[in-house]
């Protein structure tokens, strides 16, 4: 499967629970940024530049806690900046995993071979490694030798018996043979999947490598081929909307964002104010605006954390959708 079962088990649960409390807005995935420091400083981060202000402040293992307590949600991606820079990183994952929500540890790798050392395995644990590329591609993104370290990381964290994926942006120079290659690669390393993300612009991260709409739905005509030979996590009709051939309305509230600020409003891509509280965050953020993309900011935007939660929330409705779905989940 490409989703383990115990995940699928946790949001089908979560999902009929919220239908049936007849709730028309809930959030999926939790986006925990416990830090913004980073060791990197890659072309086209937009948090560095962001949160310049804030960069050395960090969550609390305590205040960690309380974002989850706040937003039940089953999922929680820890992020940054780099997470594994926080000093108490062990105790944030531990105590997240005792409440048995799924993590996504999303990091560069650079820390992971003497993280992994304080961590263990577990079912709900995973670890999500960025790689943009091949070792030259990856090199001139994120530094010198970051793509050797970074897959020694990765190779280190299976053998420990670790749950492992990749993240890889799509950029306007990105080849389909470097992509198909990666993809080889990694598979060959042993990872539990490979998420793809196509990169544009938005607010803090402008710059000449970032892809338009257009751009996008060419890039990812080919990502939707290759995900039937390849452990591709994002879902199909996602992949589908990328190249052009679904119409999807963004879910602005499915991935909230909690960082040192508080709660951010709008989304995890673009920031109008942030909220003290998840209740308020969600009773004063105008959802429609957003939703339906009005702001100019939103006018790119194909992310998958607006639309693949659209994709969970709707992919019921047609017979077409639950056959190619569950053919995805099998295959």
Same mark, same amino acid.
């Given at each position: 499967?490409?989703?383990?079962?115990?995940?699928?088990?946790?949001?089908?649960?979560?999902?009929?629970?919220?239908?049936?409390?007849?709730?028309?807005?809930?959030?999926?995935?939790?986006?925990?940024?416990?830090?913004?420091?980073?060791? +990197?400083?890659?072309?086209?981060?937009?948090?560095?530049?962001?949160?310049?202000?804030?960069?050395?402040?960090?969550?609390?293992?305590?205040?960690?806690?309380?974002?989850? $307590?706040?937003?039940?949600?089953?999922?929680?991606?820890?992020?940054?900046?780099?997470?594994?820079?926080?000093?108490?990183?062990?105790?944030?994952?531990?105590?997240? +995993?005792?409440?048995?929500?799924?993590?996504?540890?999303?990091?560069?790798?650079?820390?992971?071979?003497?993280?992994?050392?304080?961590?263990?395995? $577990?079912?709900?644990?995973?670890?999500?490694? !960025?790689?943009?590329?091949?070792?030259?591609?990856?090199?001139?993104?994120?530094?010198?030798?970051?793509?050797?370290?970074?897959?020694?990381?990765?190779?280190?964290?299976?053998?420990?018996?670790?749950?492992?994926?990749?993240?890889?942006?799509?950029?306007?120079?990105?080849?389909?043979?470097?992509?198909?290659?990666?993809?080889?690669?990694?598979?060959?390393?042993?990872?539990?999947?490979?998420?793809?993300?196509?990169?544009?612009?938005?607010? !803090?991260?402008?710059?000449?490598?970032? +892809?338009?709409?257009?751009?996008?739905?060419?890039?990812?005509?080919?990502?939707?081929?290759?995900?039937?030979?390849?452990?591709?996590? $994002?879902?199909?009709?996602?992949?589908?909307?990328?190249?052009?051939?679904?119409?999807?309305?963004?879910?602005?509230?499915?991935?909230?964002?909690?960082?040192?600020?508080?709660?951010?409003?709008?989304?995890?891509?673009?920031?109008?104010?942030?909220?003290?509280?998840?209740?308020?965050?969600?009773?004063?953020?105008?959802?429609?605006?957003?939703?339906?993309?009005?702001?100019?900011?939103?006018? $790119?935007?194909?992310?998958?954390?607006?639309?693949?939660?659209?994709?969970? +929330?709707?992919?019921?409705?047609?017979?077409?959708?639950?056959?190619?779905?569950?053919?995805?989940?099998?295959?």
């Amino acid at each position: 499967m490409r989703v383990s079962l115990s995940l699928s088990s946790s949001l089908a649960r979560y999902l009929i629970k919220n239908k049936f409390l007849s709730r028309k807005k809930f959030p999926l995935v939790l986006m925990l940024e416990v830090t913004h420091l980073c060791n +990197l400083a890659c072309e086209g981060c937009g948090r560095i530049r962001e949160y310049k202000e804030t960069m050395r402040e960090m969550l609390s293992v305590g205040e960690c806690v309380e974002a989850v $307590n706040e937003c039940p949600v089953p999922v929680v991606s820890i992020t940054g900046g780099e997470p594994l820079m926080h000093p108490e990183i062990d105790k944030i994952i531990s105590n997240i +995993l005792n409440k048995k929500r799924h993590i996504y540890l999303c990091t560069n790798g650079i820390l992971l071979e003497d993280a992994i050392k304080k961590l263990k395995p $577990n079912k709900y644990f995973n670890i999500n490694v !960025h790689i943009d590329g091949l070792a030259d591609t990856h090199d001139a993104i994120a530094g010198k030798g970051v793509f050797k370290r970074a897959t020694s990381a990765i190779r280190e964290a299976k053998q420990a018996g670790f749950k492992v994926c990749t993240n890889t942006t799509i950029y306007k120079n990105t080849s389909k043979d470097e992509i198909k290659e990666l993809f080889s690669f990694l598979q060959g390393l042993g990872v539990d999947g490979m998420l793809v993300s196509p990169g544009f612009s938005f607010e !803090h991260n402008e710059n000449e490598i970032f +892809l338009c709409r257009k751009e996008v739905q060419e890039k990812f005509g080919f990502i939707y081929r290759i995900s039937k030979k390849y452990k591709v996590l $994002n879902s199909p009709l996602y992949l589908k909307f990328l190249k052009g051939e679904r119409s999807l309305k963004c879910t602005p509230w499915g991935n909230p964002t909690r960082n040192y600020l508080g709660w951010k409003s709008p989304c995890y891509l673009i920031t109008d104010t942030h909220y003290k509280t998840f209740n308020e965050y969600m009773k004063h953020t105008d959802w429609k605006k957003y939703q339906e993309g009005d702001d100019p900011r939103c006018k $790119n935007c194909m992310m998958h954390c607006g639309f693949e939660p659209t994709v969970v +929330l709707e992919s019921g409705k047609r017979l077409s959708d639950i056959i190619e779905m569950t053919k995805w989940s099998f295959r």
